[in-house]
């Protein structure tokens, strides 16, 4: 044949062996579009919910009740991968799927012994497995060949691995490398010591047989099988095998990670389509507050819970997030978050009553104000402690928590529009049922919140009063700020609250206390049935809420000897770096001895200063169209009557008829003899006079 001949003919056979080879690839392109490999196992995962720093905070089961986490090359240390193609496919990176090599081995070892006594699956056909299980038959062998063959083309070597380390069964419902790391030594398997990684390559092999948990030497022995082949293919030097080999095996499972139930509920409910959702959560503080939680739930009632939440106020990210001590303990209604349950403030709302007056030229902090018994229509407010203070200033009335002269602010600055300052500051306040405007009762918990909302109004005080919505995650958009209260203002009301002593019993270090005060504001609903406790600083806010979720009171429970002490320790867990003191309290708008009166007789946003005559008596209490409930009526007390200003002596009159005389004091007792109204008068030495006219009920 001559040369050109044979060209000929070898062209001809090439081109069709090129043809074949190009049919045969459409071929295999066609099938592998008919029959894409099956992926809802690998697409059935496990929810983890992380914190800011991406370790796990809670990992959900999936939707077939497994605990299965994705994971990839990268998740692994290389020896583990090492160990793992070591014993079970020692040409994986050169076969294409199929190890026809393998193939011919087994089949030579089962022929000689006449069973099966040598298998010749690689991680691929292993995978195939995994993904679409079948009966162990010669059709069913047939079957995970191709797909090993298609997912190796389709995914490449990386992307088998990643499937393979992500579905290998490990015993009961612990599936894949990542959930049996967390499960069997409690951290992730990069950080796996070599007899740990040995130990994970071999249970996949028979998971259930070699449970460590159930059969330790069972599953010992397979572990140093693993290491004795990975010495033989060089993976691993002698030495480091038996040193591996004497690393004992756990006796026990442990608990993937399970805190923050109440968020990661709701965090991964926004996101159905994620199988990771990052939080703003500090996970060591949140574990330690839970553990907190868990033990100040056994100094309550066996029915009662609490809540914390603290906020870094610097960007407005939730640190921690405690919706109730045990959200398993259904005796405590634990599934309940009590963070964001809508209940009563009690008198919580009070600096913000107290700084929207600051800002309306109502009230100044040294303002005085009278805290005696009054009657606002059918309204008459009374103090914790079922008593009165006379007439002190708006700091000590704020520090103490008075409730009538916060009434009394409350008048001024109007219900209304304190509700409205709320909403708009994003807070919603719930009136009680046939409500249709909120009144004066607001001031002391006449309308419910709940603890988050509350938690970022407080925030605002650290931030010139400025509130916008607080931040779980991290990737959410920062949010519209409100200005609730004008810079001045929440430096104010901060500034007085840093002067609140602390609860009995709570004992701090001055000179970190006088560094880095704590604001401290507290609040008891009617009843007894919620405890509050709220703390500002520069850098955190911590909101406290303890009762019972049920409603029930909790008698001698409330806001100062409940969540306040309990507030205290949860600063102690955070850092000592608290951020400035507010600063000092403004005096030069309102010197002292200019100071104004506060009372319920004068016309709103019109505070009476005694710089229109201080030599000219004034009366302090009581004053004009002021209503009085008379205690003496039934003989219990009298009314104390009270001016400042003018010269010693001051006569008292009512209705023209004297009654008192005090010759140093400036002060006097006066026992009214029935209901009616009447004019009270003092005069002074000089004959100057002021006049008040009130109702006696």
Do not use: C
Request: charged letters at 25%.
């Amino acid at each position: 044949m001559s040369a050109s001949r044979v060209r000929r003919t070898v062209a001809g056979v090439l081109s069709v062996g090129v043809a074949g080879a190009g049919l045969l690839a459409a071929g295999a392109a066609t099938l592998d579009a008919l029959f894409p490999p099956p992926l809802d196992r690998l697409h059935d995962l496990s929810v983890t919910v992380t914190d800011r720093s991406g370790d796990p905070l809670r990992v959900f089961l999936n939707r077939s009740g497994a605990w299965r986490l994705p994971a990839g090359a990268e998740a692994v240390d290389p020896l583990f991968l090492g160990l793992l193609t070591a014993y079970e496919d020692r040409r994986f990176s050169q076969h294409p799927g199929v190890d026809p090599a393998a193939m011919a081995r087994a089949a030579v070892q089962n022929l000689a012994a006449g069973r099966v006594v040598s298998g010749a699956s690689t991680l691929s056909m292993q995978v195939a497995r995994l993904l679409e299980p079948r009966p162990r038959t010669f059709s069913a062998k047939l079957v995970e060949t191709a797909r090993a063959l298609q997912l190796e083309w389709r995914y490449g070597k990386p992307g088998v691995l990643g499937m393979y380390l992500t579905l290998a069964p490990y015993g009961g419902n612990v599936e894949g490398i990542r959930a049996a790391s967390l499960t069997l030594f409690g951290k992730p398997p990069r950080e796996l010591t070599v007899g740990e990684a040995a130990l994970l390559v071999a249970l996949p092999q028979a998971p259930s047989l070699l449970r460590p948990d159930r059969a330790a030497e069972r599953a010992r022995a397979a572990r140093d099988k693993v290491l004795d082949r990975a010495v033989a293919a060089g993976v691993l030097a002698p030495r480091a095998a038996e040193e591996a080999k004497t690393e004992p095996v756990p006796s026990a499972r442990l608990a993937l990670p399970s805190s923050a139930p109440h968020l990661a509920r709701t965090v991964k409910a926004r996101h159905p389509a994620e199988t990771v959702v990052a939080t703003t959560l500090d996970g060591y503080l949140q574990r330690g507050l839970e553990d907190l939680a868990r033990r100040e739930r056994e100094t309550l009632h066996e029915r009662a819970g609490l809540a914390i939440l603290v906020i870094d106020n610097r960007t407005r990210a939730v640190l921690a997030y405690v919706g109730s001590p045990d959200a398993l303990d259904e005796r405590r209604q634990g599934p309940i978050d009590m963070v964001r349950a809508v209940r009563s403030p009690g008198s919580a709302l009070k600096p913000f009553i107290y700084g929207l007056g600051f800002d309306d030229g109502v009230i100044h902090p040294l303002t005085q104000v009278a805290d005696v018994s009054t009657r606002f229509g059918d309204y008459a407010p009374r103090n914790f402690d079922r008593g009165f203070s006379g007439e002190l200033t708006i700091r000590e009335a704020l520090q103490r928590s008075l409730n009538v002269p916060a009434v009394l602010v409350l008048d001024r600055v109007g219900p209304v529009r304190f509700a409205d300052a709320l909403r708009r500051a994003g807070a919603r306040l719930v009136l009680p049922a046939g409500a249709s405007q909120p009144g004066l009762p607001v001031a002391l918990g006449g309308a419910s919140i709940s603890l988050w909302d509350m938690a970022g109004l407080y925030a605002g005080l650290a931030r010139g009063g400025l509130t916008a919505p607080l931040r779980v995650e991290p990737d959410a958009p920062a949010g519209i700020e409100s200005r609730l209260l004008s810079a001045a203002a929440a430096q104010q009301v901060r500034a007085i609250l840093e002067g609140t002593a602390p609860p009995a019993g709570v004992v701090q270090d001055p000179a970190f206390q006088s560094a880095s005060p704590i604001a401290l504001k507290t609040g008891t609903s009617y009843g007894f049935r919620d405890a509050w406790a709220f703390g500002v600083t520069e850098r955190y806010t911590v909101g406290v809420w303890v009762g019972r979720p049920d409603g029930t009171p909790s008698p001698d429970r409330f806001g100062r000897n409940t969540a306040a002490p309990l507030l205290y320790r949860v600063f102690d867990r955070l850092p000592r770096d608290r951020g400035r003191p507010a600063g000092p309290l403004a005096a030069d708008a309102t010197p002292p001895a200019l100071l104004g009166r506060l009372s319920a007789g004068e016309a709103a946003g019109q505070p009476v200063a005694a710089a229109r005559g201080l030599d000219k008596p004034r009366l302090v209490f009581p004053s004009d169209r002021m209503v009085l409930e008379a205690l003496a009526l039934d003989g219990t007390e009298p009314l104390k009557l009270s001016a400042s200003g003018g010269r010693r002596p001051l006569s008292w009159l009512v209705n023209g008829r004297r009654v008192a005389i005090s010759p140093i004091r400036r002060d006097a007792e006066w026992r009214p003899d029935g209901p009616g109204t009447v004019r009270i008068t003092v005069v002074d030495a000089d004959g100057r006079s002021d006049s008040a006219t009130v109702e006696i009920r």
